[in-house]
C-alpha cells in the first residue's frame, strides 16, 4: 500500500509526524511526498514527487499534482493530509472492501449557514444550507486504486470559481464527484480515520482509552 501526501513550505513539523507514524504503523507500505520544485524532502519518505504549478491556489494545485502521479492499476493508495497521525496498520481489505475508490463522510457536524462564509457568499446555490450539507466529504483521507480519479476530478476542479481554487474547492468537488460516481464510491467516516475530537487531548495528553475503546486509526490534528 503507498501513502501519499501533499507538502509545500518549510514548516515540516506535521508531515514529519505523519511520516514517523506510518513508518512505525505501516512498516511495509511506501511512503511519497508530492510537493511543488522547492519544499525541502522530508527525511524518511521513499519518494519525493515535485510538479509545477499555481502554488497560490493550493486547494487546486494539489488535486493537479495528483493528478499527474502515474500510479499502477490496481495498487492501493491512500492520500492523506500532512496534520494528521496514523494509530494502527491500516487493513486495505477493511478500506477498499468491494470499491474502487473510497472517501471520508464528515462526522463532526458544522451547522453554520455556508452563506455566511466569504466563500459562498453571492453564490445562490449554497442559499440556506449548512457548511455540513455543501461539503459532506473531506479532503484529509482519501483512498483508491482507479487510475484516473484525481485526473477526473481536476478536470472538475477547472469549473469551479476561482476562489474555491484557494479553498474549499477540493471537498466541492470530491461532492460533485462522489454524486456522479456514487456507485464506485465507498465511505468510511471521520470518526475512524480523521478523528479531531479535542476529548483526545484531554489536560494536553492523549486519552489513549478514548482512542482504543473507539478504534480510532488516524487522529487529524486541526481539521
Known amino acids: 500500500m503507498n501513502f501519499y501526501f501533499f507538502q509545500t513550505g518549510n514548516e515540516i513539523d506535521y508531515a514529519s509526524l505523519l511520516v514517523n507514524s506510518i513508518r512505525k504503523t505501516n512498516p511495509k507500505s511506501r511512503i511519497i511526498q508530492v510537493s511543488d520544485i522547492d519544499t525541502p524532502k522530508i527525511d524518511n519518505v521513499h ?3 515535485r510538479f509545477g504549478g499555481d502554488k497560490k491556489n493550493i486547494c487546486k494545485f494539489r488535486f493537479e499534482c495528483y493528478s499527474k502521479i502515474n500510479f499502477e492499476k490496481n495498487t492501493e493508495n491512500i492520500f492523506l493530509d500532512t496534520d494528521m497521525i496514523v494509530l494502527e496498520e491500516l487493513s486495505p481489505k477493511l478500506i477498499f472492501q468491494s470499491f474502487e475508490s473510497i472517501f471520508c463522510l464528515r462526522h463532526y457536524p458544522i451547522k453554520l449557514l455556508a452563506s455566511e462564509n466569504e466563500y459562498f457568499q ?5 442559499l440556506n444550507k ?5 461539503m ?3 479532503a484529509c483521507f482519501i483512498a483508491t486504486k482507479d487510475i484516473n480519479l484525481f485526473k477526473t476530478m481536476n478536470k ?3 469549473d469551479l470559481d476561482e476562489d474555491f481554487k484557494y479553498w ?9 464527484y462522489c454524486e456522479a460516481y ?5 465511505l468510511v467516516s471521520e470518526f475512524y480515520y480523521g478523528n479531531l475530537d479535542i476529548k483526545i487531548f484531554e489536560d494536553g495528553r492523549y486519552d489513549r482509552n ?8 488516524i487522529v487529524h490534528f486541526k481539521g
Not at 168 to 176: A, M, N, R, S, T
Not at 182 to 186: E, P
Open 168 to 176: 474549499y474547492g477540493d471537498q466541492i468537488v470530491l461532492k460533485e
Open 210 to 217: 478514548f482512542l482504543l475503546e473507539n478504534k480510532i486509526k
Open 156 to 158: 472538475i476542479y477547472e
Open 136 to 138: 459532506p466529504i473531506l
Open 130 to 134: 449548512t457548511i455540513s450539507e455543501v
Open 122 to 126: 453571492n453564490k445562490p446555490e449554497y
Open 182 to 186: 456514487k456507485k464506485n464510491i465507498g
Open 47 to 49: 519518494d519525493c514527487l
